[in-house]
């Protein structure tokens, strides 16, 4: 249970009112155009991000963990590796399609925030898609379960996230329709939707 400023003591309260509160201030990034002036690939936007989508429910929103997470059997990059893992993400090259997944790979290992790491990731790699291929991934074209694997064991072997992402491109760069789905989606890769983002 993380405290919030919400000043919500139930976890699954508090999930929806995070799901309901983070998808209205994603649709407010798209439709504000804030997305389009974050410099693609770089931590700083990752933040900017972050922040804008949890500023109203966490007082950590943007800023760099301070604890040592895991997931299942998987632990992220530990703390006091952290900036330096992320200033060496900063600098991975991002102009193919395998290196822009390779730098998600590795944001995704470093896991820079306490919680919402896998929201504003997505968010953040399409901005990479975006501007470096003028594609988005439709992220409606993935399955929950066979990304979440191939996320897993992205660390030590990268081609099976490849090829889904790969499948799921689309040049749809502009599309409300296709952003909202991602956000959409988000969500039910981890376990939970009560909101659909287009009736907020």
């Given amino acids: 249970m993380l405290e919030n400023k919400l000043g919500i003591l139930n976890s699954a309260d508090l999930a929806r009112e995070e799901e309901r509160i983070s998808k209205k201030k994603a649709i407010e990034l798209f439709e504000s155009g804030m997305l389009n002036n974050l410099d693609a690939g770089k931590f700083s936007s990752l933040q900017a991000i972050h922040k804008y989508l949890f500023e109203d429910i966490y007082d ?37 399609f395998d290196e822009i997944v ?11 925030f306490r919680e919402g790491n896998g929201r504003s990731t997505r968010i953040w790699l399409d901005l990479i898609f975006k501007k470096e291929l003028r594609k988005v991934v439709d992220w409606s074209k993935v399955d929950k379960e066979d990304y979440l694997l191939a996320m897993e064991r992205s660390p030590i072997r990268d081609t099976e996230i490849k090829h889904i992402i790969k499948k799921a491109l689309t040049e749809d760069i502009n599309s409300r329709e296709v952003y909202m789905k991602g956000i959409d989606h988000s969500y039910y890769y981890e376990g939970y939707t009560t909101f659909k983002a287009e009736d907020l």
């Fill in 60 to 96: 950590f929103a943007g800023e760099i963990r301070t604890v040592n997470i895991s997931k299942g059997n998987f632990r992220f990059a530990p703390v006091m590796y952290l900036e330096a893992a992320l200033g060496n993400i900063d600098k991975m090259p991002q102009s193919t």
């Fill in 102 to 112: 390779e730098k998600y790979v590795e944001m995704n290992i470093a896991h820079p």
